[in-house]
């Protein structure tokens, strides 16, 4: 859809994994990090939950030091050269995210950062996602398949901003044990940093920055008809 017509947000978002990873020049160890977030948060008069990584088998990871803080809304990975900010259920939306990023960086010594990325990943059920795309995209027969992808990467550059790298991934058609139906995916990642390092303002900078590319991709990806459809929010 053209972007001027583009809402804020969207109800029906599908978002099943927002990630935001912020890469440190390692300084610090990871629980001195770990522990001035949390107690940043207690003198605040909150509290955060630490809750232990699993794997995919169901136990803890190798190393039973490394934990996951959580507000009940968002939950941090703190490690010695990444914080990871992801959503524990329901997205409330980047102004909120946004807030609670600066909240723990504040909370920390002067750092310094190397790259940054932002991953919005979205699940639509009953959806052939390639017939909805914007423009002149022809995909004969294929959006009628099951399981078909389509990937495709691309740049785009702000005014004396880093270039910001997009991962676009759109799965057709796929069939979600966990729904037990058919459903179509969009997994948008940008990335933005690797060869300079930026204070904490210029970090903060380049990751608004970061996140209207994914805004912008999103939405000028899909149609006006299929973003109509899932309960727009034009405040």
């Excluded at 804020?8 to 994994?17: E, F, P």
């Excluded at 009628?144 to 389509?150: D, K, W, Y």
């Excluded at 058609?173 to 390092?197: H, P, Q, W």
Aim: glycine content about 4%; proline content about 3%.
């Amino acid at each position: 859809m053209n972007l001027s017509e583009a809402p804020k947000r969207i109800n029906k978002d599908g978002l099943v994994n927002v990630v935001v990873k912020l890469h440190l020049v390692p300084e610090y160890s990871r629980l001195s990090l770990e522990k001035k977030i949390e107690d940043a948060f207690r003198e605040q008069g909150q509290i955060l939950g630490k809750y232990a990584i699993k794997n995919r088998m169901g136990g803890t990871t190798r190393d039973e030091n490394l934990n996951f803080l959580s507000n009940q809304v968002f939950k941090i990975l703190v490690e010695e050269d990444c914080l990871s900010f992801n959503i524990v259920e329901k997205y409330p939306g980047w102004a909120d995210l946004e807030d609670f990023i600066i909240k723990v960086v504040n909370c920390l010594p002067e750092l310094r950062f190397s790259k940054i990325s932002i991953q919005y990943v979205s699940v639509f059920e009953d959806v052939l996602i390639l017939k909805e795309l914007e423009g002149n995209v022809s995909l004969p027969h294929f959006d009628q398949l099951i399981g078909t992808e389509l990937n495709f990467h691309y740049a785009r550059k702000q005014k004396d901003i880093d270039v910001a790298l997009v991962d676009v991934r759109l799965t057709n058609n796929m069939y979600n044990s966990k729904l037990n139906k058919f459903a179509s995916m969009t997994d948008i990642k940008v990335r933005c940093g690797n060869n300079n390092e930026w204070t904490k303002d210029e970090m903060l900078n380049r990751l608004r920055f970061v996140h209207d590319v994914q805004h912008r991709c999103f939405f000028e990806l899909l149609t006006k008809e299929f973003i109509d459809s899932r309960e727009p929010v034009y405040e």
